[in-house]
């Protein structure tokens, strides 16, 4: 793989900033190529060239806070990463979900509804093995794979959307059906 240049790196950064918070004051809808481009010092082509566009632009908003909360549940401090007893790593992973969630609602919600099975990509996949190993450490007769499915379901963008539910109602929630599980 290339390494990406010092100068492109910058107007990516600048970008993926620029666009993240057009995002957050004016949601998925607000979200126009050429306001991109103005907030961000960069030319339009640059931007198209980059992206592609929108859903590039968002799916790149996606994967940079996707990276980051994937290295806090896989390497970071305890309870979210290793080190602390499987029951509380559920519980921050599904709170730290949950949050990731809900700071990127309008994206989500774009990327897990573009096709049929869209929710059920990379991430999906990498989230679901994480669960299935902590539950089969706390209870190693269940079937791991069901339980890390029935948890993820809540955590659904369209679902959090159409029931319009807080973030504190769903880590409640969670709470509530850990409780079951340890």
């Known amino acids: 793989m290339a390494r990406e240049r010092a100068d492109a790196a910058r107007n990516r950064a600048k970008i993926l900033a620029a666009a993240a918070e057009i995002v957050a004051t004016a949601g ?3 979200l126009a190529m050429a306001d991109v481009a103005a907030a961000s010092g960069v030319g339009v082509g640059t931007l198209y060239r980059r992206f592609g566009d929108r859903s590039g632009l968002a799916y790149a908003l996606i994967d940079e806070k996707e990276r980051e909360f994937q290295q806090a549940f896989l390497t970071g401090p305890p309870p979210l990463g290793p080190g602390a007893p499987a029951i509380e790593r559920v519980r ?4 730290a979900l949950t949050d990731r969630t809900f700071a990127q609602l309008d994206l989500l919600l774009m990327a897990e509804t573009a096709g049929e ?19 089969a450490q706390i209870k190693p007769e269940a079937d ?5 499915d029935a948890l993820l379901a809540p955590i659904a963008a369209n679902l959090i959307a159409h029931r319009g539910r807080e973030a504190s109602a769903v880590k409640a929630g969670f709470d509530a059906l850990l409780a079951g599980l340890g």
């Open 28 to 30: 998925m809808d607000g």
């Open 92 to 95: 921050a992973f599904l709170q």
């Open 117 to 135: 099975f869209a929710r059920f990509g990379g991430a999906y996949e990498a989230y679901h093995q994480h669960l299935a190993l902590l539950i």
């Open 144 to 148: 791991a794979g069901f339980l890390a």
